[in-house]
């Protein structure tokens, strides 16, 4: 059942939980006993978008209102911000469909801004087109007591290049959630995650790649750092279905635990049905290395100063693969102010 | 300037260091010499401060100051540099933003103000090239990549670049042809003068023919069990450790 049908028809136990294979981790239905009231909708001055200033246009979807369609024509270059807005106590879905046609351009900054103990599900459809070019930064900053659910779908056409960066300080739950289709045809995909959790939140990247044909690259790199009693998920699924030959398909997950109780599950998964491919999945969760950090403090750097360069660079590995320089330092920032604040 | 005295250190439990006294004054280049699990290394991570190396008796003053109460940075900004045996990767940390952090924070420790960007990068690329190091790999993730020489060649831009009194070498000759112990070399007597004091520890006398040292120890069972001049060194290359390990 899915989590907007579940909003809509007010029934919790229509929600996915433990024992749904997908959402083990993630479990809504042991969480929430009652769907609560709808959203009202949001009103007053919201104030400014963590990527206002980097895009041509600003889109507010607030609540689950306003329904966002995002249109690039052929040969156009688009940079939109795209904001997710959650107020209050209430539960809400929002749809957006994206179209990207061919050779048009689109970077997408999309952020989830939240206040409260809201359920709030998104759910996005990407039609990218040959030889368009996507670069879609998700920036998730949900409340401590809200439950969030983001599930894109992605259909790519041949020669298409798709590149997306999911960065997030989780919530009470949350989950997002990605699926590809991949056409093969030089069509090009990565797909990149961080999650900096402390306290108690909870952040779940879960993505699932179906390579359909021929000539397909994917690369993903995912890295997270938790603390306190914090939980990360990272579910990773690569499909090469048959007859997908000369897939280049590359997978990473890796993870610092900085406390004894917080907690990362980590299943990445590779289903290989073709025969002439190149695959590989690397996983690793552990605490920072204590030699490289008596090294540093050996040059004079103090220890908190010497954990925060040291946790910062694991990160900004990722953070380098975005293609927009802008939406770098903005991500740069949020990631000192998480790890050092 | 350094004085270590009737130090005892141990590690898991099993004493490696055994009341080993030492003194360093200022001015002075001393080596140490001793076979392979002798305690060369314990002594210099004990020096520095590395958790694992448990001291339980015995101490050591810099100056006067007890250098075993501080916390590793506190003892770096002290003016303490450790060449380390295998220098650390430090993956997405450029080597320049690494030692310019690591400068500051020393500044900053002993309360100086902080060095500007202009004269750290002057000060970089005169120290790289005295060392005959490509600035761009200076760019580059602090020792990723990096060949044993290079990395070796790396302490020693640190070394120059955070200008400490009391340096200890850790096998530093390990891992370098002849040209790049040369340049060391060269890079580590540059650094000689009537403030600042060395230990320089090694397995071979063959760093000792670059770096010539004032006094020379040998270093067998967790304590000195012998001291000399630099002839010393000569005699073990020539007649071995058997004599002294016996003793020890």
């Keep these: 059942m899915s ?21 083990r981790w993630t479990d809504l239905r042991g969480l929430i006993r009652a769907v609560p009231e709808p959203s009202a909708p949001v009103t007053g001055d919201l104030g400014a978008g963590p990527f206002d200033a980097l895009a041509d246009e ?14 690039v024509l052929p040969g156009q270059t688009l940079a939109v911000a795209l904001r997710i807005v959650s107020r209050g106590d209430g539960a809400h879905a929002a749809r957006v469909s994206v179209s990207v046609e061919a050779g048009g351009s689109l970077i997408l900054f999309e952020s989830y801004e939240g206040e409260g103990a809201y359920l709030s599900q998104t759910g996005l459809i990407f039609n990218v087109g040959g030889g368009a070019t996507v670069e879609r930064i998700v920036l998730a900053a949900d409340s401590a007591d809200g439950v969030t659910v983001s599930q894109a779908e992605i259909d790519l056409a041949p ?3 798709y590149a997306q960066t999911t960065l997030t300080s989780g919530a009470r739950r949350q989950r997002l959630q990605t699926t590809v289709n991949h056409p093969g045809g030089h069509a090009a995909l990565r797909l990149d995650g961080v999650y900096l959790l402390a306290d108690k939140r909870h952040a779940d990247l879960t993505t699932v790649v ?13 890295k997270g750092v938790v603390r306190d009693q914090a939980r990360g998920v990272f579910q990773g699924k690569i499909i090469v279905a048959e007859g997908a030959d000369q897939t280049d398909a590359r997978m990473g997950h890796h993870a610092l635990v900085l406390s004894d109780r917080a907690e990362v599950d980590a299943k990445p998964e590779l289903e290989i049905y073709a025969d002439d491919v190149a695959c590989a999945h690397g996983n690793t969760v552990g605490a920072l290395d204590g030699d490289a950090l008596f090294y540093a403090r050996q040059r004079g750097i103090p220890e908190l100063e010497a954990r925060a360069m040291l946790t910062e660079a694991f990160i900004g590995q990722v953070v380098d693969r975005m293609e927009h320089e802008g939406a770098r330092h903005v991500i740069r920032a949020w990631a000192t102010e998480r790890l050092r604040g | 300037m350094l004085s270590v005295s009737n130090l005892h250190a141990e590690v898991d439990g099993k004493a490696i260091l055994k009341g080993l006294s030492l003194d360093v004054p200022a001015g002075e280049v001393h080596a140490i ?11 210099s991570y004990v020096l520095t401060g590395r958790s694992g190396y448990d001291v339980t008796d015995g101490g050591a003053t810099l100056d006067g100051e007890d250098l075993l109460a501080l916390a590793p940075n506190e003892r770096a900004a002290k003016g303490v540099f450790l060449s380390f045996q295998y220098p650390l990767e430090i993956p997405g940390v450029p080597a320049l933003t690494f030692i310019r952090t690591a400068l500051n924070a020393q500044r900053k420790a002993r309360g ?5 960007a202009p004269a750290f990068l002057k000060l970089a690329r005169t120290k790289a090239a005295e060392l005959k190091i490509d600035f761009d790999m200076l760019k580059r993730a602090l020792n990723v990549g990096f060949s044993g020489g290079e990395k070796k060649r790396m302490e020693i831009f640190q070394m120059a670049m955070l200008s400490p009194r009391f340096l200890i070498l850790d096998e530093t000759d390990s891992g370098l042809d002849i040209d790049a112990l040369r340049i060391v070399a060269d890079g580590v007597n540059a650094l000689r ?10 397995h071979y006398q063959r760093l000792l023919d670059y770096i010539k040292p004032d006094r020379v120890h040998v270093l067998a069972g967790g304590r000195i069990v012998a001291s000399g001049g630099p002839d010393l060194a000569l005699e073990l290359e020539r ?3 058997d004599k002294y390990a016996r003793a020890a």
């Design chain 2, 239 to 241: 007649e071995g450790y």
């Design chain 1, 3 to 23: 989590v907007a049908a579940a909003i809509k028809s007010r029934d919790a136990a229509t929600l996915p939980g433990k024992r749904d294979e997908d959402w």
């Design chain 1, 159 to 161: 020669n298409a290049a």
């Design chain 2, 33 to 43: 010499m001793g076979p392979n699990g002798a305690g060369k290394s314990t002594l």
């Design chain 2, 193 to 202: 003068s009537p403030e600042r004091a060395m230990l320089i520890i090694t």
């Design chain 1, 210 to 222: 179906t390579h359909g044909g021929v000539d397909g690259v994917t690369t993903q790199l995912t």
């Design chain 2, 112 to 116: 100086e103000a902080e060095i500007t």
């Design chain 1, 58 to 71: 600003v889109i507010v979807v607030g609540n689950g209102v306003g329904a966002a369609h995002i249109d």
